[in-house]
C-alpha cells in the first residue's frame, strides 16, 4: 500500500537554527498538507500546498515558515529561527481524489528545540 | 468551520459494538463528516466519510440522520487494538482538517 514517508523521524535543534522536514507524499497525489500536533494537544493545520502554491494557511504559518515542492517527489516544510515552542510532532499528508476529505498523514517527524 | 462535539472518552470491552457519536449543528452544505483515527505518535488516520444518510466500509459504519446535525461511528467488534482517539471531523474536500480533541476510546480485555 502507498504511503507518506517523513525524514528524519527525530530531529534536535538548537534555538535559532533552520530546520528542514522532509516529506515525500503519494506519487499520484495532488495536494499536499502540513499539521503539527504538540504532545498533549490537538493537530494543527499548518498549510496546504496545490498546484505548486499555497492554497491556505493558518496563523501558526508565519514568515518563519516555508514550504517547498522542489523535484516533483519531495515536499519540505522550513522553519528559518526555531523556537523552544516550535517542538512538537510535524505531519505531512495528501490526497489524491477529489471529492474526498481522505487524506494519508506520514508517522510524523518529532522536532524537539532545545 | 464548523465546529464539532463529541465525548471525551469511551471504554468498552472487547467483542462489543461501539457507536460514537458527534454533533455539528452548523454543518455547511459543502461539509463532508469524516472520521480519523490517531494511535500514540502517529499520524491520523482516516477511517469513513459520509454525506447524508448511512455508509459502510471494511472496518466501520457511519449513520448521518437526515438534518446532518450529527453523526454516529459504529465499530463492530471492537478488539484490544482499536484503543485510539477518534476525531469526528466536517470538512471540505480537498482543504484544510480542522481537528479538535476526539475521543478516547479504551478497549478493555
Known amino acids: 500500500e502507498p504511503e507518506v514517508t517523513q525524514t528524519p523521524s527525530h530531529q534536535v535543534t538548537q534555538m535559532g537554527q533552520e530546520v528542514i522536514l522532509r516529506c515525500v507524499p503519494i506519487s499520484n497525489h495532488l495536494y499536499f498538507y502540513w499539521y503539527r500536533q504538540i504532545l498533549g494537544q490537538k493537530v494543527e493545520f499548518l498549510v496546504s500546498f496545490y498546484n505548486n502554491e499555497i492554497s491556505e494557511k493558518s496563523e501558526i504559518f508565519d514568515d518563519q515558515f516555508s514550504v517547498e515542492r522542489p523535484d516533483g517527489s519531495n515536499f519540505t516544510l522550513k522553519i528559518r529561527s526555531t523556537k523552544l515552542e516550535d517542538s512538537a510532532m510535524y505531519f505531512c499528508?495528501?490526497?489524491?481524489?477529489?471529492?474526498?476529505?481522505?487524506?494519508?498523514f506520514g508517522q510524523g517527524t518529532r522536532l524537539t528545540v532545545v | 468551520l464548523a465546529k464539532t462535539t463529541q465525548p471525551i472518552s469511551m471504554d468498552s470491552y472487547e467483542g462489543q459494538e461501539v457507536n460514537i457519536t458527534c454533533s455539528h449543528n452548523?454543518?455547511?452544505?459543502?461539509?463532508?463528516i469524516t472520521w480519523y483515527q490517531q494511535f500514540p505518535s502517529q499520524g491520523p488516520r482516516f477511517i469513513i466519510q459520509?454525506?447524508?444518510t448511512k455508509v459502510t466500509n471494511e472496518v466501520a459504519s457511519l449513520f448521518i440522520p437526515a438534518d446532518r446535525k450529527s453523526s454516529t461511528l459504529s465499530l463492530p467488534r471492537v478488539s484490544l487494538s482499536d484503543t485510539a482517539v477518534y476525531y469526528c471531523?466536517?470538512?471540505?474536500?480537498?482543504?484544510?482538517?480542522?481537528f479538535g480533541s476526539g475521543t478516547q476510546l479504551t478497549v478493555l480485555p
Open positions: 471531523l466536517v470538512a471540505t474536500p480537498e482543504r484544510q482538517l480542522t
Open positions: 452548523n454543518i455547511a452544505t459543502n461539509d463532508y
Open positions: 459520509g454525506y447524508k
Open positions: 499528508a495528501s490526497s489524491g481524489r477529489t471529492g474526498s476529505t481522505e487524506a494519508f
